[in-house]
């Protein structure tokens, strides 16, 4: 596959190696990163439409797309993605036509002016539901824009199950906001990931390759090993992803995580799996006061652990760690202080390609002692 907008799109990096070759490369990455090889690698089940998420941004002269790599101001205006779906192509096509016929100013970026931000689309691959969220910058006039709105959602209605409409009043360059409306549908769409169904709202977290989420809730189970006394906790859990599964086979887990969304969902979660013991923690992890766990699993974004949650975690004397990550350079750091101040030792670690055509890699290590 190469499609027309490689390589100026930051979307994809790599897309150009053939996929064996792709992953040649991650495993080179890992090596000069970790200084040894994976214990595993597997490849996704899927490399192209593969994406649960997209967020397109909307440039200055009616582009909706993404942003050249590494330029905030260079905007490339896509009518043909093989990240999320074919429904996706057509969903942002029809909002570019849209915007442009109802001459609605695209947000610039630079000079704080206009109204459209981003169109967010995401997808629940195995459940087939679609939730479409519009961003837009603050305006007066918000029942007139409910039903111009309103006439995009008829073009796409076939295609979606929930239609929102966000408001980020800020200049930040971001496809998020504090003021919501749900439009149309379902207040959340759904997603499927072994035997476990997980809401997903506008903008709560769910990894966002569908086909490899499944394959790290499998290793994650099989790394902790849960049983039924152990107290077991998910550090920056999302809204449970791991927990719930845990929650399964233990009966003392606790998520914690600091977004009120994935706060929400999280109780969603909980009642359609049917786990009835994990206990969500709505918190910064760095405040927890101590972490009394057995075993304790951690998934942090990309600046990995904080230095006082890896205080809290030496301290804690867990005997297993399970660490994902989507930054190998911040987990290898981490790691390297676990395993010398903590006397860990890494019994495992396999690369998942999460993300095909870039060069992004997540990675589950399993430290014990
Ligand atoms: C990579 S995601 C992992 C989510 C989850 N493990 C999953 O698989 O769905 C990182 C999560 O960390 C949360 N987060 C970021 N900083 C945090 C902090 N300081 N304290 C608690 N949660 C945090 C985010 O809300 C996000 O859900």
């Known amino acids: 596959m190469l499609c027309k907008h490689f390589p100026k799109c930051g979307g994809c990096q790599i897309q150009n190696l053939l996929y064996d070759k792709q992953i040649e490369y991650k495993i080179n990455r890992f090596i000069d990163i970790f200084k040894r090889e994976p214990d595993e690698v597997i490849k996704s089940p899927k490399i192209i439409y593969y994406r649960n998420r997209m967020d397109y941004v909307v440039g200055p002269n009616y ?81 007139y824009y409910k039903n111009i709105f309103f006439e995009f959602y008829n073009e796409i209605k076939n295609y979606i199950n929930s239609f929102y409409w966000t408001i980020n009043d800020t200049i930040s360059d ?52 849960p049983n039924e006394n152990d107290i077991i906790y998910d ?38 799996n049917n786990v009835k013991s994990v206990k969500f923690l709505l918190s910064n992890v760095e405040n927890l006061e101590k972490i009394n766990a057995d075993k304790i699993i951690v998934d942090p974004p990309r600046p990995g652990i904080n230095k006082k949650v890896i205080r809290k975690i030496l301290e804690s004397n867990a005997k297993k760690i ?48």
Not at 99 to 109: A, E, F, R
Not at 131 to 143: A, G, Q, S
Not at 184 to 209: M, R
């Open 63 to 143: 582009e909706v797309g993404l942003k050249e790599y590494g330029k905030w101001y260079s905007y490339v205006n896509i009518d043909e993605c093989f990240l999320q779906s074919p429904e996706s192509n057509i969903i942002r096509n029809k909002f570019r036509e849209f915007i442009i016929n109802k001459n609605l100013k695209p947000w610039d970026t630079k000079n704080y002016t206009g109204f459209i931000r981003y169109i967010v689309i995401r997808e629940g691959k195995f459940t087939n539901e679609r939730i479409v969220n519009i961003i837009t910058y603050k305006t007066d006039n918000l029942e």
């Open 235 to 272: 550090l920056y859990s999302g809204s449970g992803f791991y927990a719930i599964e845990i929650g399964k086979y233990s009966n003392y887990v606790y998520a914690v995580d600091n977004n009120k969304e994935n706060f929400e969902m999280f109780n969603l979660n909980k009642e359609i």
């Open 322 to 369: 399970v660490y994902v990550s989507c930054y190998p350079e911040t987990q290898k750091r981490d790691i390297d202080i676990l395993i010398n101040k903590g006397n860990y030792k890494l019994e495992n670690i396999i690369l998942v390609d999460q993300f095909p055509h870039t060069y992004h890699m997540e990675t589950i290590a399993l430290l014990s002692k």
């Open 174 to 225: 971001v496809s998020y906001g504090n003021i919501n409306y749900l439009l149309y549908g379902e207040k959340y769409i759904k997603e499927k990931a072994l035997d476990n169904f997980y809401y997903i709202s506008t903008n709560s977290f769910y990894q966002p390759n569908s086909y490899t989420a499944e394959i790290l809730l499998k290793y994650v189970r099989e790394f902790t090993d």
